[in-house]
């Protein structure tokens, strides 16, 4: 659906202009991030004119929570897919949610407001989807902790998760630096930090 670079748009042929203008709009995520949404410049992908794409979405707000919302499904499929978190082992939800945020950087942002924050305060589709992201990580905790610190523990989780996410995205790490063996390091960090059960009561 995107064009050659400084040629004309391509025009559009099949059915489904939703998703296409969907698809482009991810393509200029990935160019530009957040801030390169542009409904007239997603239509001129695709081959249409800008008031074709609003019989699709109300506006610019609609289309980045359509974004956002196609991001934390996948971002939760990603999630799903990891290896299973054997006695509450936590890296490989981690590595999947981090692996994740490096292949779609632009999304990534999006889908966390950058630039529509007020569009997706409002939105219970993003609240939702947000939540099953996080419950992936609360599940993981379920076998290592009692029930009370759960919430806690997982909010720990997910805001080193994101936080490293957002630093791997922004380059803010040695250019030598193997990102994966980076990202397993932190995770061990944090389990370390996390005893079970039967450790907090051998200290006692």
């Known amino acids: 659906m995107t064009t050659a670079e400084n040629g004309p748009p391509a025009r559009y042929h099949h059915g489904d202009l939703r998703n296409a203008l969907l698809e482009a709009g991810r393509v200029l995520l990935e160019e530009g991030g957040p801030s390169a949404l542009s409904i007239r410049e ?119 998760t994101h936080g490293l996410a957002l630093l791997m995205i922004d380059g803010q790490f040695d250019p030598g630096t193997d990102p994966d063996a980076l990202v397993a390091a932190v995770l061990r960090l944090s389990g370390k930090g996390l005893p079970t059960s039967a450790e907090r009561t051998d200290s006692v």
């Open 42 to 160: 997603i239509a001129r992908r695709v081959g249409v004119s800008a008031p074709a794409a609003y019989h699709h979405f109300s506006g610019l707000d609609d289309i980045a929570v359509a974004l956002a919302e196609q991001g934390f499904a996948e971002l939760a499929e990603r999630l799903q897919a990891a290896p299973s978190n054997v006695n509450g082992q936590l890296a490989p939800a981690g590595m999947a949610y981090i692996a994740f945020a490096r292949d779609n950087p632009g999304l990534y942002r999006l889908m966390f407001g950058e630039g529509f924050g007020g569009a997706f305060a409002a939105d219970d589709r993003i609240r939702a989807l947000r939540s099953q992201a996080y419950e992936v990580l609360k599940d993981g905790l379920s076998r290592r902790l009692p029930a009370g610190e759960i919430g806690t523990a997982a909010l720990f989780l997910w805001s080193l």
